[in-house]
């Protein structure tokens, strides 16, 4: 069935887009005032503080009211930032890690664990998990939204298994689109600067007869090299992306609605690979490869709100993705299925169940240097999760308890549970508490891979070579969180707004590798240990037309390793590649009716231990974003985008593994939005 579907994937998405356009064209809608996000900027904060999240009850919920560590970033939040791609525009929200590797690699995490590996986040488009199974993070250059159409993105730090399951371990971005009601007419955006080449999008919404509405996009992306400072050279790290993608949203006189959208990609760059091991003479080899991913997706969901006061959602997405490396090429179908029903409140209580059903196909090329055995793999994972929001106090207090409960080929049956505690004395402040539990399940590369670091010759050509390798364990356990949650929120009258959380999170079954001889290794559950911090964040209008927004974090993991020599600097280099420190401070001003300025500085601590081999750190740095943006007219905006302007480059992240360290060099673009 998924190859089916994947050899008519391309040809369907690409006719539905241009029927979609092709309909709007002959049936256009007029643009209203809801075409684009209202100005933020301008609302009161007790309308801010009143905005509705869904990510962490999979139900909307007023976000000051949520007993999690939430952050929303808003759409203006995104313009105002002059951000060109989904990971930068991660920056804004507090708590998390970010920080670019290269011109198409990031470091994205929350709460500790970072790196060009991170697997500890889960990240979803409207619902569509972008989380690769090959090695349990995600591959953000493939990731090309169109920022425009960004309604808002939701951030929780900390665990949400018991609704979103495993792999929601150290917290979820939530990306959720812009409903297409609201963006009617077209909307045509250009950038360009000297790392920026080229970013430009199009895209037309209206209506497609009497009760739907349709949009489709095109996007087209390229961007420059980054810095090789051992080189002194350019990074050979450049990248160009083509997206294209349709959104048709439904409702029916009966009380259904509906949505149908999808996307096709294709994203080409350059990378250079770093003494990569090789079969024959001289045995190590540094060489450019080459990174061609392309793919498309499929989402469905339908929505009934009974008469009785219920409501009943089932979805589904198809996922495709084909992505060639010198290193592994992989080829991944996903079929997802995934039905929730939250019945009509009875007395205190507010329940919600769901079911689901994952398919995922894998087919992978293997090179000499990275391999997995069999070649072949299919799973399936089925699940499913029970809530229910208890009322103890009407208006003040309320205790959510639920959990996840899935199935997996790997580790088979997991238990997620989760106990939530919000006390809202007043309207003002709201005091909450969490105990939740996790899990990580490992991913294709750790049961099945087989990763060759080093060859050497046992005699003279053409004697056998000796391997230094690291292979995978088919016997691996999930790895377990068991995370203690504080935080309270406060808003006053003079228009200040404080956001503080405070976690310690303790794991178990914590992958690493351990020594097997002769330098090789092989991965390994032999790592424990624990992580702690807190996150404050300050919001301040001292004026109607000034907003100021601040924010720190403080981070510190502390692993176990035991007594294994190799294990013992894993761990340390784990614990160092997330900083202690990071603090932002973020002045938006609107200058009149025509000009808006908006000024970011921040500063991120020192990250250590980060290699086996020099350099190992990466120093501290303070950066500084500058945007000015001219409104002449209601359809017409200019920006002009200074990042990291403090420095001429500078890094911001050592990969540590067979990419050489690149640095991010000071970026200046233009940029030109016309709504039509």
Not at 201 to 225: E, F, I, N, Q
Not at 497 to 511: G, T, V
């Amino acid at each position: 069935m998924l190859q089916l579907i994947k050899n008519v994937g391309y040809l369907y998405l690409s006719a539905a887009e241009l029927l979609v356009l092709g309909n709007l064209m002959i049936h256009p809608v007029a643009a209203t005032a809801g075409d684009e996000t209202d100005d933020l900027l301008d609302l009161p904060l007790e309308t801010l503080m009143s905005m509705e999240v869904t990510s962490v009850s999979k139900r909307l919920q007023k976000f000051f009211e949520t007993a999690a560590a939430i952050h929303v970033i808003t759409a203006e939040d995104i313009r105002r930032s002059g951000v060109t791609h989904i990971a930068e525009a991660l920056r804004l929200a507090p708590g998390l890690q970010v920080a670019r590797i290269d011109a198409n690699n990031w470091s994205v995490s929350s709460r500790g664990f970072g790196g060009l590996w991170s697997n500890k986040l889960l990240v979803l488009v409207d619902g569509r998990s972008i989380y690769s199974p090959t090695y349990s993070g995600v591959y953000w250059s493939a990731h090309g939204l169109m920022l425009e159409d960004v309604e808002r993105i939701e951030v929780i730090r900390g665990p949400g298994a018991t609704l979103w399951g495993s792999n929601a371990v150290n917290g979820i971005i939530n990306i959720i689109t812009r409903n297409v009601a609201d963006t009617h007419g077209g909307l045509l955006t250009v950038r360009s600067g000297n790392k920026e080449k080229a970013v430009a999008s199009l895209r037309y919404g209206g209506a497609v007869g009497d009760l739907a509405h349709g949009r489709a996009y095109l996007r087209y992306t390229s961007r420059d090299d980054q810095y090789d400072p051992v080189r002194e050279t350019a990074a050979v790290d450049g990248w160009d992306s083509r997206e294209a993608g349709f959104r048709v949203d439904g409702d029916t006189e009966t009380g259904h609605s509906w949505t149908l959208q999808g996307d096709v990609f294709a994203m080409k760059g350059t990378e250079r690979f770093e003494e990569i091991a090789s079969p024959v003479p001289p045995y190590t080899l540094t060489d450019v490869g080459s990174v061609d991913s392309r793919g498309w997706n499929l989402l469905g969901r339908w929505t009934h709100r009974w008469l009785s006061g219920g409501e009943s959602t089932l979805q589904f997405y198809l996922d495709h993705v084909d992505r060639e490396q010198d290193v592994l090429s992989q080829e991944t179908d996903i079929l997802d299925i995934d039905f929730q029903h939250q019945p009509t409140a009875t007395g205190r209580h507010n329940l919600l169940w769901g079911l689901g059903l994952r398919h995922i196909r894998q087919d992978f090329d293997n090179s000499f240097g990275v391999s997995v055995n069999p070649t072949h793999h299919e799973e399936i994972l089925v699940s499913g999760f029970l809530q229910d929001e208890i009322t103890l106090v009407p208006d003040q207090l309320r205790l959510t308890i639920g959990s996840k409960f899935e199935h997996n080929e790997q580790t088979g049956f997991e238990i997620q549970p989760s106990v939530r505690l919000s006390w809202m004395p007043s309207e003002r402040f709201t005091l909450w508490a969490a105990l939740s539990r996790a899990v990580r399940t490992p991913s294709r590369i750790e049961t099945r891979g087989h990763i060759v670091q080093a060859v050497f010759p046992t005699g003279p050509f053409p004697a056998p070579l000796a391997e230094i390798a690291v292979d995978g364990d088919p016997e691996l356990n999930a790895e377990v969180l068991l995370a203690h949650e504080l935080g309270f929120r406060y808003q006053a009258e003079n228009g200040l707004a404080l956001d503080l959380a405070l976690f310690y999170n303790r794991y178990r079954e914590l992958l690493t590798m351990v020594g097997t001889g002769a330098g090789s290794s092989r991965f390994a559950n032999d790592l424990e240990g624990s992580s702690s911090g807190l996150e404050l964040s300050l919001d301040w209008w001292p004026t109607p037309n000034w907003h100021l927004q601040a924010a720190h974090t403080l981070l510190r993991v502390d692993l176990d390793p035991g007594d294994d020599p190799f294990t013992t600097r894993i761990a340390r280099m784990q614990e160092g590649e997330s900083p202690r420190h990071q603090t932002s401070l973020r002045s938006g001003w609107n200058l009149g009716r025509e000009w808006d300025l908006d000024l970011w500085l921040y500063r991120v601590g020192a990250i250590r231990d980060l290699s086996f081999t020099p350099p190992d750190r990466v120093d501290a740095y303070t950066s500084l974003n500058i945007n000015l943006a001219w409104h002449p007219t209601s359809n017409l905006s200019v920006s002009l985008t200074g990042r990291d302007l403090l420095d001429e480059r500078k890094p911001e992240y050592n990969p540590g593994s067979y990419l050489p360290p690149a640095e991010i060099e000071r970026s200046i673009h233009l940029g030109l939005n016309w709504k039509f």
